[in-house]
């Protein structure tokens, strides 16, 4: 058991919720706050602000990654949090944005308190989560230093123009890289963006790593024919086939032990004519899990199923992997300190994956990495109605400070 006396203020934290909220606020509720819109800089502005009041040292790197610090007593590597506050197109008040705030609250309560931890604790904005992640890439060095295409936005904006809005510079992009020289510890709070607490009744998430995900662009060639004169033992239905695939997918992810899922999410069938039979398909499967071999384990057994589709069907199928991205594993240690703190909270807790994409994911490729996770209501997210109430994001930041205080005590 550690011993927990400070706690945040549950009530400020909700107070700057509804205030960022406000800004690029939708009519039902829900936020629209893209990457480098004016309403990301007025919100990151308000972050500046926020950090500032509680003697923060604030630095924007050249990605553009806002990094507030509250300096400690000996010259350590940080411990750092925070998240994102850019938003998709209509998205909800907590993804992102609580881990941000939980961070500034964090440093609040320790500020009024008079406290220092003998590491510097640093709260960071990272820069366009919701799109190509630049900021935290940057920040890994996995970032495509040399293709400024890759970032370009939908309505043709540069990325140097994007950067050069919020501080930061394209061609000093390499300078944002940091290791665990700087950063001993990464830590996220984030709204679990899934139905699974809630199912379980659970109140916090101790987040095991981030899931890998590969996924596969399929292309299945039969031939085009007329839907009245074509027998059917004479066809090569390329639909049929498709569907029949749809169900493999479905089984090679139930059929081993585990939490593992895939999904074919997008098809497109040719000519698709009422009269004619389907000549060819293009449909994408997307699988995750934390496990590699899992991972592999299911493409195996679906490769099996593909070849006797092929006969059945006349058919013939080609896998293109299209986008495998590693898993990221949070740190053993950081997953037990959690755990021992929700129990002296008296929260429980559930160990779990991640299978939604976070910046603790790029993050965790060069330091220490863990993730709190707190319930989303119904399991919505990215959506104007994700809603996790006042008493669970005061939990959620309540766990991140005394992690944070615990693994201060336990680093050195
Ligand atoms: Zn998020």
């Given at each position: 058991?550690?011993?927990?006396?400070?706690?945040?203020?549950?009530?400020?934290?909700?107070?700057?919720?509804?205030?960022?909220?406000?800004?690029?606020?939708?009519p039902?509720?829900?936020?629209?706050?893209?990457?480098?819109?004016?309403?990301?800089?007025?919100?990151?502005?308000q972050?500046?602000?926020?950090m500032?009041?509680?003697?923060?040292?604030?630095?924007?790197?050249?990605?553009?990654?806002?990094?507030?610090?509250?300096?400690g007593?000996?010259?350590?590597?940080?411990?750092?949090?925070?998240?994102?506050?850019?938003?998709v197109?209509?998205g909800?008040?907590?993804?992102?944005?609580?881990?941000?705030?939980?961070?500034?609250?964090?440093?609040?309560?320790?500020h009024?308190?008079?406290?220092?931890?003998?590491h510097?604790?640093?709260?960071?904005?990272?820069?366009?989560?919701?799109?190509?992640?630049i900021?935290?890439?940057a920040?890994?060095?996995?970032?495509?230093?040399?293709?400024?295409?890759?970032?370009?936005?939908?309505?043709?904006?540069?990325?140097?123009?994007?950067?050069?809005r919020i501080?930061?510079?394209?061609?000093?992009?390499?300078?944002?890289?940091?290791t665990?020289?700087?950063v001993?510890?990464?830590?996220?709070?984030?709204?679990?963006?899934?139905?699974?607490l809630?199912?379980?009744?659970c109140?916090?998430?101790v987040?095991?790593?981030?899931?890998?995900?590969?996924?596969?662009?399929?292309?299945?060639?039969?031939?085009?024919?007329?839907a009245?004169?074509?027998?059917?033992?004479?066809?090569?239905d390329?639909?049929?086939?498709?569907?029949?695939?749809?169900?493999?997918?479905?089984?090679?992810?139930?059929?081993i032990?585990?939490?593992?899922v895939?999904?074919?999410?997008?098809?497109?069938?040719?000519p698709?004519?009422?009269?004619?039979?389907?000549?060819?398909?293009?449909?994408?499967?997307?699988?995750?899990d934390?496990?590699?071999?899992?991972?592999?384990?299911m493409?195996n057994?679906?490769?099996?199923?593909?070849?006797?589709?092929?006969?059945?069907?006349?058919?013939?199928?080609?896998?293109?992997?299209?986008?495998?991205v590693?898993?990221?594993?949070?740190?053993?240690?950081?997953?037990?300190?959690?755990?021992?703190?929700?129990?002296s909270?008296?929260?429980?807790?559930?160990?779990?994956?991640?299978?939604?994409?976070?910046?603790a994911?790029?993050?965790?490729?060069?330091?220490?990495?863990?993730?709190?996770?707190?319930?989303?209501?119904?399991?919505?997210?990215?959506?104007?109605?994700?809603?996790?109430?006042?008493?669970?994001?005061?939990?959620?930041?309540?766990?991140?400070?005394?992690?944070l205080?615990?693994?201060?005590?336990?680093l050195?």
């Amino acid at each position: 058991m550690v011993t927990v006396t400070l706690q945040t203020n549950h009530a400020r934290l909700q107070q700057r919720l509804n205030d960022l909220s406000t800004i690029g606020v939708l009519p039902y509720g829900g936020v629209r706050r893209m990457a480098y819109s004016p309403e990301d800089l007025a919100a990151r502005q308000q972050m500046i602000t926020a950090m500032e009041q509680v003697d923060m040292a604030i630095t924007i790197d050249a990605a553009g990654n806002i990094i507030g610090r509250y300096s400690g007593t000996q010259d350590l590597p940080a411990l750092a949090t925070g998240s994102h506050i850019d938003t998709v197109p209509a998205g909800g008040r907590y993804d992102g944005a609580l881990g941000v705030l939980a961070g500034i609250e964090v440093v609040a309560t320790l500020h009024e308190a008079g406290q220092r931890l003998k590491h510097p604790i640093e709260v960071i904005v990272f820069t366009d989560e919701e799109g190509e992640m630049i900021g935290s890439k940057a920040m890994a060095g996995t970032a495509h230093y040399t293709d400024a295409e890759f970032y370009q936005r939908l309505d043709g904006t540069s990325i140097q123009t994007c950067l050069q809005r919020i501080g930061g510079d394209w061609k000093q992009l390499a300078t944002a890289q940091r290791t665990s020289q700087d950063v001993a510890v990464y830590l996220e709070l984030h709204v679990e963006q899934g139905g699974v607490l809630e199912a379980r009744e659970c109140q916090i998430g101790v987040v095991q790593g981030i899931v890998s995900l590969q996924r596969y662009l399929v292309t299945i060639s039969g031939r085009p024919n007329h839907a009245g004169t074509t027998p059917m033992d004479m066809r090569q239905d390329a639909l049929y086939a498709a569907s029949l695939l749809v169900a493999a997918v479905h089984d090679v992810a139930v059929d081993i032990p585990g939490d593992q899922v895939a999904t074919v999410g997008y098809l497109d069938v040719t000519p698709n004519a009422a009269n004619i039979v389907p000549g060819q398909v293009d449909l994408t499967i997307d699988m995750r899990d934390l496990s590699l071999e899992t991972i592999e384990t299911m493409v195996n057994a679906l490769q099996q199923r593909v070849q006797k589709i092929e006969v059945t069907t006349g058919t013939q199928i080609q896998l293109e992997r299209q986008h495998a991205v590693e898993p990221t594993l949070a740190s053993p240690r950081i997953q037990e300190t959690i755990a021992a703190v929700c129990d002296s909270l008296k929260l429980s807790h559930y160990s779990m994956p991640s299978r939604a994409i976070h910046d603790a994911q790029e993050m965790g490729r060069f330091t220490q990495m863990g993730m709190i996770f707190v319930p989303s209501q119904a399991g919505v997210s990215h959506a104007e109605d994700e809603y996790t109430s006042p008493e669970q994001c005061g939990q959620g930041a309540d766990v991140l400070l005394h992690t944070l205080l615990q693994l201060d005590l336990n680093l050195l």
